[in-house]
């Protein structure tokens, strides 16, 4: 999960040169996206997914429409986002806490029942989890990989000012980029909510171990970060069993 | 016949900081101009005034009869107008090809992207060789071939090239100017910024002299060396 919003992140430093203070909440918004679709339907989880990857998506968009846009090309564009970011963090959060209160919920979106792995039981929501991040980012990587999209954007990343001459439009580029990010990190939340519970303030933690999985694997570094996210997971899992760390078995 | 490309009066620069005071050069439909002038004196801030990648505050530029002040990047490089950027300009972590590749960014066309690249190749057979090597492997050569290949994938019709030669040793200079010959007799146009004043006389037709934001003398290849003082001031006297 970590995984996912960190190479959400890394994707936004590497080629847009900024961080997006409000990731965080982009990872909370999903989930709750996800909550609210799943209470309202038949299909509590196709919908729940599908609601948690569009509202991140959504609203990496509107962030660059509304906000980022208007920065581009200014002399001091990394921090003006940074702080407009921010702003925008404080007042998502507040949005939220508006319409949802500033209660924990159980995430309803969710995979009940256990498995058998060799002796030890594991939740079907933690192996979801894992499927689901796995996939998640090896699509990713694949769209960087293999297509014109995803080779515009690693070159973006590598040197903008010869991607602008080749024709890559900048603002075009922070637009899908965002949206990518965004749905990421929507995906992200819905994930860290079934692990734990739906609070307004539930993307700080994660949003936090994505920057430290992000400075690690080398800002801005997308395949690292994804690398790093499942070292960094893992070694948590270990520390809590051996040392009863409180925080259980955490995949991913 | 009318230039390929005509600029008027551009003023032009960095924020607080203007560079070019009034520049007006004209490119015609082929052959090879080239613009010289002492470190920091806007030649590079041209290039890129006339690719759109600086916004122009004054004046007007004119490409292949179309009005291009005020065109976006994108739409310049759509009409055939390439900017090759000074320096080491690579997407050093990715494969050759793929550098090559974002070249035809605007290309959609998958036959007509894979005859670019074939063309690129032959031009430059090493390239074909490292291929899908990362760009940050090969050497300064190479990487400067790979440069000039991924400005031809744009299949524009006016390329500027800045300080091709720039950094390289005498051997690789003259491998690199034996590609742009031959793209020159294919008819493409070239706007270069060349230090390199055997590699001016061989190459251009025309020179531009550029001073303090201004074109201060222009001329053919012969004027320039028939009257001397010129080339021997601004190029070290060689
Ligand atoms: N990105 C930038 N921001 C602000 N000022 C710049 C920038 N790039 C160049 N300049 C300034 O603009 C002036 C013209 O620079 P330019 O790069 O056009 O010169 P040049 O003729 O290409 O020089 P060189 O032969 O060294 O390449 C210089 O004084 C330079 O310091
Ligand atoms: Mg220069």
Redesign the interface.
């Known amino acids: 999960m970590y995984a996912l919003a960190s190479v959400g992140l890394s994707l936004i430093f590497g080629t847009l040169g900024m961080f997006n203070m409000a990731y965080g909440l982009f990872m909370t918004l999903g989930a709750y996206a996800a909550y609210s679709a799943a209470n309202a339907s038949q299909l509590p989880l196709v919908l729940g997914f599908v609601a948690a990857m569009v509202a991140g998506a959504l609203i990496g968009v509107l962030t660059h429409l509304l906000i980022m846009r208007f920065m581009l090309g200014t002399p001091d564009f990394g921090l003006n986002v940074m702080v407009a970011t921010a702003g925008l963090g404080v007042v998502l959060q507040d949005i939220e806490i508006k319409i949802y209160g500033g209660y924990l919920y159980p995430q309803v979106a969710r995979v009940e029942g256990l498995a058998q792995l060799g002796g030890v039981s594991i939740t079907l929501q933690a192996l979801t989890n894992v499927a689901v991040a796995l996939t998640l980012i090896l699509g990713t990587a694949w769209l960087l990989m293999n297509t014109r999209f995803g080779r515009a954007i690693r070159a973006t990343a590598m040197n903008r000012e010869a991607a602008m001459l080749m024709g890559v439009k900048a603002d075009t580029e922070f637009l899908q980029v965002m949206a990518l990010a965004g749905m990421l990190a929507g995906v992200a939340g819905l994930m860290i909510s079934t692990q734990s519970t739906l609070s307004p303030q539930m993307g700080g933690d994660p949003l936090l171990k994505a920057f430290v999985i992000c400075v690690v694997a080398g800002l801005g570094n997308v395949w690292g970060a994804g690398v790093c996210a499942f070292g960094l997971a893992l070694l948590e899992a270990a520390i809590g069993c051996y040392f009863g760390g409180g925080s259980g078995f955490r995949p991913c | 016949m009318t230039q390929l490309l005509s600029c008027k009066n551009l003023v032009s620069g960095y924020?607080n900081r203007p560079v070019l005071n009034g520049v007006s050069i004209e490119i015609p439909q082929q052959g090879v101009l080239a613009l010289i002038g002492p470190n920091g004196h806007g030649k590079t801030t041209l290039l890129r005034t006339l690719?759109g990648?600086l916004p122009l505050r004054q004046g007007k530029i004119t490409f292949d009869g179309q009005d291009a002040s005020r065109m976006?990047?994108?739409k310049r490089?759509?009409a055939g107008l390439?900017?090759?950027?000074q320096g080491d300009?690579?997407?050093?972590?990715?494969t050759v090809e793929?550098n090559l590749?974002?070249?035809a960014?605007?290309a959609s066309d998958k036959a007509e992207i894979a005859q670019r690249l074939a063309d690129a190749y032959q031009l430059f057979p090493k390239l074909k060789d490292r291929r899908n090597q990362l760009a940050s492997g090969l050497s300064a050569g190479e990487r400067r071939m790979v440069e000039i290949g991924?400005g031809l994938m744009?299949d524009a019709r006016l390329i500027m090239l800045d300080e091709p030669s720039l950094g390289l040793a005498p051997l690789v200079i003259e491998r690199i100017y034996v590609a742009l010959d031959q793209l020159r007799s294919r008819g493409k146009a070239f706007l270069e910024v060349e230090e390199n004043p055997s590699r001016l006389m061989h190459f251009a037709d025309r020179l531009c002299l550029m001073d303090a934001g201004h074109i201060v003398w222009q001329g053919s290849a012969a004027e320039a060396r028939d009257s001397g003082d010129i080339l021997k001031t601004y190029l070290g006297g060689h």
């Open positions: 924020l690719s990648y976006s990047v994108q490089v759509q390439l900017h090759v950027p300009q690579l997407f050093t972590e990715m793929d590749l974002m070249g960014y605007l991924r744009s």
